[in-house]
């Protein structure tokens, strides 16, 4: 199983561009990587996913590297309604359960 | 579309009560996970049921039980209840479960239990 490390914390302000990188060396050749979002005493939402280069939707971008080993969420122009824990995961191809590590609370000031 | 619906919201129980959580997918999903979140260990994986078959299970004692309807709504229940169980249970629900593909899970709301 794949593990993902993220830094613990982030902290930034109204406006910025918030980049989020993880880390997962042991990435199987068919996993994808996703990116979720947690608010306190929520259920984790769906933010992005990717399997190689780079994706875009209306809220993030998602930039993995040809090796895989790393991906980069970017929020861009983040608000005060972004604070909250992101959880990257990538899953064991076929395996039917997320291991979710500590993820990164993203703390957004005025 | 309806999400994922979890009843009830917030629990209280007291030790060595059982409990039974409810958990409603969306529409056409046939999998169904539940998920442990506490602010020590995080989130941890339960058990998923596909079409009422419960197909992998995390390391959790046999206390926690599941099980799933030809509609595919599940319940999870713990019984003999411990002030360790105090959590937010989590529900999440897929088409098919397989995670690692691109499949996405949804999640509800949870179930916040709190053990006196």
């Known amino acids: 199983l794949a593990k993902t490390t993220q830094p613990i914390s982030m902290d930034s302000y109204e406006g910025q561009e918030v980049n989020i990188t993880c880390s997962h060396n042991?990435?199987?050749?068919?996993?994808?990587i996703t990116w979720y979002q947690q608010f306190p005493s929520q259920g984790p939402r769906f933010i992005i996913q990717?399997?190689?280069t780079k994706v875009t939707n209306e809220v993030a971008s998602l930039f993995i590297p040809a090796d895989r080993k790393s991906s980069t969420l970017s929020l861009p122009r983040v608000s005060l309604s972004d604070t909250a824990v992101y959880y990257c995961?990538?899953?064991?191809?076929?395996?039917?359960?997320?291991?979710f590590g500590s993820g990164t609370r993203l703390q957004v000031q005025p | 579309k309806a999400g994922v619906t979890q009843t009830p919201r917030y629990l209280i129980k007291t030790r060595g009560q059982q409990v039974t959580l409810s958990c409603s997918p969306i529409?056409?999903?046939?999998?169904v996970s539940w998920y442990q979140q506490t602010p020590g260990q995080g989130l941890q994986f339960l058990f998923e049921?596909?079409?009422?078959?419960?197909?992998n299970k995390g390391n959790f004692p046999g206390r926690f039980s599941g099980r799933q309807f030809s509609n595919s709504r599940s319940e999870m229940n713990v019984s003999t209840l411990e002030l360790g169980d105090s959590a937010l249970y989590l529900c999440?629900?897929?088409?098919?479960?397989?995670?690692?593909?691109?499949?996405?899970?949804?999640f509800g709301s949870g179930t916040q239990l709190s053990v006196l």
């Open positions: 529409s056409g999903h046939r999998s």
């Open positions: 995961l990538v899953g064991d191809t076929g395996r039917r359960a997320l291991t």
């Open positions: 999440a629900s897929s088409p098919t479960g397989l995670t690692g593909t691109n499949e996405k899970l949804f």
């Open positions: 042991n990435i199987a050749t068919n996993d994808y």
């Open positions: 990717g399997y190689k």
């Open positions: 049921y596909f079409s009422e078959t419960q197909r």
